[in-house]
C-alpha cells in the first residue's frame, strides 16, 4: 500500500506492506533509528514519537495508520542545529544513562509540555507512566523536564 | 591541580542519544543481511520426538533452518568452577546451541529459521513442526531437591549442582546461635528477578568468506570476554580473525555479561550460509531467555547476648540456578555471596551453607549486584526484626555491632570471618550523615501521629557493605574463576598531543567517555576535550574483561592509570633533553614539564610531537609515546553505606508508598559526581523494584506467567519519589585513584532498607514479615488475617 | 488451572445427553468452533478461533469423548495447539436430573503453555468461564428450539 506522510518536515511516498508498524516503518524504511523498539505490547514506550501534534506509541500503529499525518521523531525535534529545550535539558541534568528510553522519554515530555506548560512534579511523574527507564531511576528525567519547562516559559 | 576529577562535567555522549544518533546494534543494516528467527519450547520440560521442518523450508524467502541434530555438539560454557563441599565437581551438563533431544524450560530454542525477511523468518517458524513429549516440571529448588523430584538433567541426582560452606565451622556456630540469649530466625525468599534492559539484546555475524573473517556485533558488556568464550570453549575459532563490536549498548544490569547460545548460534550460522545474520530479541524472548537474578529461598538466623552484640550468624539456602549453567551463575550464590555475610558488623562467628540446584526455569545468573542485594537483604532484614523484636532502636543496634572506623593505611584492613578482607571503612559516619538528613526524632513523632489517621508511616535501614571492583585474578582463580579479573587500559598519545584511549572495559550507560576522559586529562594536565576515549571493538582495544562488578574504574581505571605514569615517565626523558636539565630537577604539572626553581618549561604537546620527530632525541630513547598496560588489582574494594527509607502504608489497601528514600554512601574517591549520583539512582530504584513490584512466576507447570509488561511490574515514575543522597569519602587504599564503585550500591543497600520500611509500618498489628514483591495484596492479607 | 462449574438446562437428561452427543449441535453451541469432523471412536479433529483478550489464535487439535455412560457422565478431552501456545484439558461432566431439567455439573484441568500462558493466564480464568456460560446457553437454546 502506498502511504504519504511528512517526517520531520520532510514528505515520503512509500510503499509498506499492510501490517508494518510504524516503528518499523521510522527504522526500516527512512532509517530514523532513533525511535527504539523496546517491547511488543506499548507498555515500554522507547518507541514514543509525536503524530499530528500527539506523543503516541509508534509500534503498536500501523505504517499505512499514519497515512497523510505529520510526524516528529527524536531526529527532528533540534531546529536549525539548535537544540530542543528538552534534549538540552536532558544531558544538562543526567536524564539518561544507556539512552536508549532516552528518546521516547523526550517526545512523551515533549507532549506532556505542549498540553501542560506548568507540570507539577505529580504531573510530570504521571506523565511519564508510559515509559520505562531502567537506568536512572526517574529522578533525572523528571528534573530535566521541570528545567526545560521552565526554560520554555 | 584538577580541573576536572570530581567536577560534575556534563557528559559527552548525550550528543548521540539525545538526537537519535545512538548507535545501537538493532539499528544496523548489512548489505545481503538475513534474519533470524527461533522455534522455542512451549514447555518447560519435553522429549523433543521429531521436528519437521519441511513445510517451513518451502516457505518462500527461507535460507535455511537448523536443529540441535545440526549443532547440537556446540554448548556455552560456565565461566566459574565451584567444588562439591566433598571436593567433588560441580555437575556442569552441557548447554547446547539448540536443544538436543529434551527442551529444559519454556523458550529454550529448539531450531533456528533464517530467511531474507524477518517476517518470512517468523511465518517460517510457524511451520516448523516439533512432535514433543510432556515431563513433569519442577520449578522451585526447594522442591528440586526432593526425591522422586523430576530430574532436570539425567546425570544430576536430585539437581544438585554442588553444596557450599563458607565461614566458621558449623558446629561452633550452632553452638553459639543456641546458647545465644536471643535469636532472631526468619524464612526469606529472595523472589526471581527479571533485569529487563530496555534494549533487548541483539546479535549481527558478518563471515568473510574471502578473509576467513567473523565479525560480530553484540549488545554485551564485555566484547573480549565473549570473544575468548565463542573461539576457545564454544565454536573454535582462530581468536584472531574474529572481531566482536559491540557499540551503544541499552542497558545491561549483568544481563549482557554471559555468553548466550544465540550470540554463538548467529555466528555459526553466518559460516554456514556464507552471509550476515542478525537476531534480535522481542521482549517475550527477552523475559523467557535473558539470565535471571536471585531466586533464594533461605533460612537464616542471628545470635545476640543481654547487651545486643551479634554473637553468631548462620544461613542455610538453597539458590536456584535456573535449566543450565549460565556464565558466572556459579559465583552468585557462593563467593559473591557468602563473603557478604560479615556486613559491616563484628559478628564472630558466621557460617553460610548453600545448595545449588538445577530446575526447568531459565537460567539465572548475575543481575545487578549479584549474590550480594541477596545476603544483605538477609542481613539487613535481620538487624532490624531483631531490633524489634529486642524493643531496641535499630539505629542504635547497628551502632553496638559496628567494626570500628579503619582506612587501611594507619590502621590494617579487617579480616572477616568470611575470607575477604575490607579495605577501608567508616560505618558510623554514612550512618551519622544519614540519619541528620532524616531527622529521626521528628520522625518518629510522626509515625505515632500517623498511626491515628489511617496511613501508617514506616522506617527502614540498611547500612550495607558491599565487595566490588572484581578482582585480583590469583584470588578468584583459586576460587575457581575460569579467567583472569584484570583490565587493560592503552593510552596513545597523537603527535600532535591529543590522546586516544583505549579501555577494556565497556560503557553501555555508565559515561565512562566522560569520566575515564576527567582523570586522563588531569593526569596530563590538558584540556579534556583533546582525550578521546574508546571501547567496545576487539580491534581496537588490547584486550578486556568487560564491565561488570561496578569494576570500571577501579580496575579500568587503574590500568590507565598505569599507561599514564609509564607515559609521564618516559615523557620527562624527552623534555629532559630538550630543557638540557637532569630528569630528577624536573616537575610535571599542568600540562608541562619545569626544571625546579626556574621558568624554563616544555608543554606536553612539544614532548608529544618530539616523540614523534625524534631529530634533536635522548640516545637510545625510543620514538614514540604509547603505552599498555595491564592492572590486576590486589584486592576486591569495599563502598558502603546507609539507606533509610520512609514508606507509608494504606490502612484500608495495603498499598505502600514510598515517601523518602535517603542514602549517604562511601565509594571511595569520586571522579565525576553527577554520574555517581545517577548510579545510585537507578540502583536505588531497581532495589525498590525487588521489595515492592517485581517478580517473575512460574505456574504449576513451568510456564512463566509474567512474561510480558503487562505482568511483570517495574518501578514507573510515579512509583518513585526524588531520591535524597549524600556522600562520605573513604578512599580505597589499593588503587591508585582511591575508588571504590558506584554501579552496585544503590540495588543492593535499598531493598532491605524498603522491606524494613514497611514492617516497621505494620509490625504493632503483630504482623512478623511478608515476604517480597511486598504487594498491596499481601500487605492487606497480611493486615486482615 | 482447574475448570469447574454448573448449570441447569431445561430438558430432560436424555435430551441434553442426545444433543452433547451430537457433533452437529456441538459444532453450533460451541463458541469459536469452526469445523468438528468426526474421525471415529468419539473422537473428533476440532478447528477453533479464539480470541481472549490481548491474545487470539486459531487452533487446531482433537476432541475426544471418552469414559461415557449414557444419560449420566462423559469426560472430554481436548487437545489444541495453535500458533500461540497449546491447550490440554480434560473435564469430567455429570448429568444430574432435577425434576424436569438437568444440573450438568463439570470439573477437570486445563494445561497451557506458550504465548497463551505466558500472556493469557492471568484472563483465561474469567474467560473460560464466560465461555462456559456461553456453550450451555446456546446448548440449551438449541434443546428447546429442536
Same mark, same amino acid.
Given at each position: 500500500m502506498q502511504i504519504k506522510v511528512s517526517v520531520n518536515g520532510k514528505e515520503h511516498i512509500s510503499d509498506v506492506v499492510p501490517m508494518m508498524s510504524l516503528a518499523s516503518y521510522l527504522r526500516e524504511v527512512l532509517l530514523l533509528t532513533g525511535t527504539h523498539i523496546g517491547c511488543d505490547t506499548s507498555s515500554c514506550g522507547a518507541c514514543t514519537i509525536t503524530l499530528d501534534g500527539k506523543a503516541v506509541?509508534?509500534?503498536?500503529?500501523l505504517a499505512v495508520q499514519a497515512d497523510g499525518s505529520e510526524i516528529t521523531t527524536i531526529e527532528g525535534l533540534a531546529k536549525n542545529g539548535e537544540m530542543h529545550p528538552l534534549q538540552s535539558a536532558f544531558k544538562e541534568n543526567h536524564g539518561l544513562q544507556c539512552g536508549f528510553c532516552t528518546p521516547g522519554m523526550i517526545m512523551t515530555a515533549s507532549g506532556l509540555l505542549d498540553e501542560?506548560?506548568?507540570?507539577?512534579e505529580d504531573e510530570i511523574r504521571h506523565g511519564l507512566e508510559g515509559n520505562f527507564c531502567r537506568c536512572t531511576g526517574y529522578h533525572n528525567i523528571v528534573k530535566s523536564i521541570q528545567h526545560a519547562a521552565e526554560s520554555m516559559k | 591541580m584538577s580541573n576536572y576529577i570530581g567536577k560534575s562535567i556534563k557528559r559527552r555522549e548525550d550528543n548521540r542519544f539525545i538526537t537519535g544518533k545512538g548507535k545501537y546494534t538493532d539499528d544496523l543494516v548489512l548489505t545481503g543481511m538475513t534474519h533470524l528467527a527461533f522455534v522455542r519450547s512451549p514447555y518447560a520440560h519435553a522429549k523433543i520426538k521429531n521436528i519437521n521442518t519441511k513445510a517451513a523450508l518451502a516457505h518462500p524467502g527461507v535460507v535455511a533452518i537448523y536443529t540441535g541434530d545440526d549443532c547440537g555438539n556446540f554448548g556455552v560454557p560456565c565461566g566459574w568452577q565451584v567444588n562439591f563441599k566433598n571436593g567433588d565437581t560441580m555437575k556442569e551438563p552441557p548447554h547446547p546451541l539448540l536443544a538436543v533431544g529434551k527442551a529444559r524450560h519454556v523458550g529454550e530454542n529448539v531450531a533456528a529459521v533464517i530467511a531474507e525477511t524477518l517476517q518470512a523468518a517468523r511465518d517460517a517458524v510457524e511451520l516448523v513442526e516439533v512432535d514433543y513429549d510432556e515431563l513433569p516440571t519442577v520449578t522451585d529448588a526447594k522442591a528440586a531437591i526432593q526425591p522422586g523430584a523430576p530430574q532436570v538433567h539425567d546425570d544430576v541426582p536430585n539437581n544438585i549442582v554442588f553444596d557450599f560452606q563458607i565461614g566458621n565451622p558449623k558446629d561452633e556456630v550452632n553452638a553459639a546461635i543456641e546458647s545465644a540469649s536471643h535469636v532472631t530466625k526468619l524464612n526469606f525468599k529472595n523472589q526471581r528477578l527479571s533485569p529487563n534492559a530496555i534494549e533487548p539484546r541483539s546479535y549481527i555475524a558478518d563471515y568473510d568468506v574471502n578473509a576467513d573473517k567473523y565479525t560480530l556485533y553484540t549488545s554485551t558488556q564485555n566484547p573480549h570476554l565473549i570473544r575468548l568464550l565463542m573461539c576457545a570453549f564454544v565454536l573454535g575459532l582462530p581468536e584472531h580473525k574474529v572481531r566482536v563490536i559491540s557499540h551503544d549498548v541499552g542497558g545491561g544490569f549483568g544481563s549482557k555479561i554471559y555468553h548466550y547460545t544465540e550470540e554463538a548460534l548467529v555466528t555459526w550460522v553466518s559460516k554456514q550460509i556464507g552471509r550476515p545474520v542478525k537476531w534480535t530479541s522481542d521482549r517475550s524472548e527477552a523475559f523467557l531467555t535473558d539470565a535471571h537474578g536471585r531466586d533464594h529461598v533461605t533460612t537464616a538466623e542471628m545470635g545476640f547476648d543481654d547487651n545486643g552484640k551479634i554473637v553468631a550468624f548462620r544461613v542455610h539456602s538453597e539458590a536456584n540456578l535456573g535449566a543450565y549453567l549460565s556464565t558466572f551463575s556459579t559465583a552468585c550464590p557462593t563467593y559473591l555471596h557468602g563473603t557478604l555475610a560479615q556486613g559491616c558488623y563484628t559478628t564472630p562467628l558466621i557460617n553460610v551453607d548453600i545448595t545449588a540446584v538445577f530446575t526447568n526455569t531459565t537460567p539465572v545468573d548475575a543481575y545487578r549486584g549479584a549474590g550480594r542485594p541477596e545476603m544483605t537483604y538477609i542481613l539487613e532484614h535481620l538487624m532490624d526484626t531483631a531490633a524489634l523484636e529486642m524493643k531496641r532502636d535499630p539505629v542504635e543496634l547497628r551502632r553496638i555491632n559496628f567494626i570500628p572506623a579503619f582506612d587501611g593505611v594507619n590502621q590494617p584492613g579487617y579480616q572477616t570471618q568470611v575470607a575477604l578482607q575490607y579495605d577501608s571503612g567508616n560505618y558510623h559516619a554514612t550512618l551519622d550523615r544519614a540519619l541528620e538528613m532524616l531527622d529521626y526524632k521528628q520522625f518518629r513523632k510522626d509515625q505515632e501521629e500517623s498511626r491515628t489517621n489511617g496511613k501508617l508511616l514506616g522506617i527502614g535501614f540498611s547500612t550495607y557493605i558491599e565487595a566490588c571492583g572484581i578482582a585480583p585474578s590469583a584470588v578468584v582463580g583459586s576460587l575457581g574463576a575460569r579467567a583472569g579479573l584484570y583490565e587493560s587500559g592503552h593510552v596513545r598519545v597523537q603527535p600532535t598531543g591529543k590522546v586516544s584511549v583505549f579501555t577494556g572495559s565497556h560503557s553501555h550507560g555508565q559515561g565512562h567517555e566522560t569520566s575515564y576522559a576527567q582523570f586522563v586529562a588531569d593526569t596530563l594536565g590538558?584540556?579534556?576535550?583533546?582525550v578521546d576515549i574508546i571501547h567496545g571493538d576487539t580491534n581496537e582495544v588490547a584486550f578486556g574483561m568487560g564491565t561488570y562488578g561496578s569494576r570500571s574504574l577501579a580496575v579500568g581505571g587503574s590500568a590507565i592509570m598505569k599507561s599514564l605514569d609509564k607515559i609521564i615517565e618516559k615523557g620527562a626523558k624527552i623534555a629532559a633533553h630538550k630543557l638540557e636539565a637532569a630528569e630528577a630537577d624536573l616537575e610535571f604539572a599542568e600540562g608541562k614539564w619545569t626544571v625546579k626553581g626556574t621558568d624554563k618549561s616544555i608543554t606536553f604537546g612539544d614532548v608529544s610531537l618530539t616523540a614523534y620527530v625524534p631529530h634533536d632525541y635522548p640516545a637510545g630513547l625510543e620514538p614514540g609515546l604509547d603505552f599498555s598496560s595491564f592492572y590486576d588489582p590486589t584486592n576486591f574494594t569495599y563502598p558502603f553505606g546507609t539507606h533509610i527509607a520512609v514508606v507509608e502504608v494504606?490502612?484500608? @489497601?495495603g498499598k505502600v508508598s514510598l515517601k523518602r528514600f535517603i542514602a549517604c554512601d562511601d565509594v571511595g574517591n569520586v571522579i565525576n559526581p553527577m554520574i555517581v549520583d545517577g548510579q545510585i539512582h537507578g540502583g536505588v530504584a531497581q532495589g525498590v523494584g525487588q521489595a515492592l513490584l517485581e517478580g517473575v512466576v512460574y505456574d504449576e507447570? /513451568?510456564?512463566?506467567? @509474567? /512474561?510480558?509488561y503487562m505482568d511483570y511490574a517495574m518501578p514507573r515514575a510515579d512509583d518513585l519519589p526524588f531520591f535524597e543522597t549524600d556522600r562520605k569519602v573513604t578512599p580505597c587504599p589499593h588503587n591508585p585513584l582511591g575508588v571504590k564503585g558506584a554501579g552496585e550500591a544503590g540495588t543492593i543497600g535499598a531493598t532491605p532498607a524498603v522491606a524494613n520500611a514497611v514492617m516497621d509500618a505494620i509490625s504493632h498489628l503483630g504482623i512478623k514479615d511478608i515476604q517480597m514483591p511486598i504487594t498491596p495484596e499481601r500487605v492487606w492479607r497480611a493486615m486482615n488475617s | 488451572m482447574i475448570v469447574q462449574g454448573r448449570y441447569r438446562i431445561l430438558a430432560s437428561a436424555t435430551d441434553v445427553w442426545i444433543h452433547l452427543m451430537d457433533p452437529e449441535v456441538l459444532k453450533k453451541v460451541?463458541?469459536?468452533?469452526s469445523e468438528l469432523m468426526p474421525l471415529g471412536d468419539d473422537k473428533y479433529k476440532a478447528t477453533s478461533k479464539i480470541k481472549i483478550g490481548p491474545v487470539n489464535g486459531s487452533f487446531e487439535g482433537q476432541l475426544e469423548l471418552i469414559e461415557k455412560i449414557e444419560n449420566k457422565t462423559a469426560t472430554i478431552v481436548v487437545n489444541q495447539t495453535s500458533k500461540i501456545g497449546n491447550v490440554s484439558a480434560e473435564i469430567k461432566m455429570h448429568l444430574e436430573a432435577i425434576e424436569n431439567t438437568t444440573e450438568i455439573v463439570y470439573q477437570g484441568e486445563a494445561k497451557l503453555s506458550g504465548k497463551l500462558a505466558m500472556m493469557g493466564q492471568r484472563i483465561i480464568g474469567g474467560v473460560i468461564t464466560s465461555l462456559s456460560k456461553q456453550f450451555f446457553e446456546s446448548l440449551n437454546k438449541e434443546i428447546i428450539n429442536s
Open positions: 506509541k509508534s509500534c503498536t500503529i501542560n506548560p506548568n507540570p507539577s | 590538558i584540556p579534556i576535550d583533546d494504606d490502612k484500608d @489497601t507447570n /513451568g510456564q512463566m506467567i @509474567t /512474561g510480558s | 460451541t463458541p469459536g468452533i
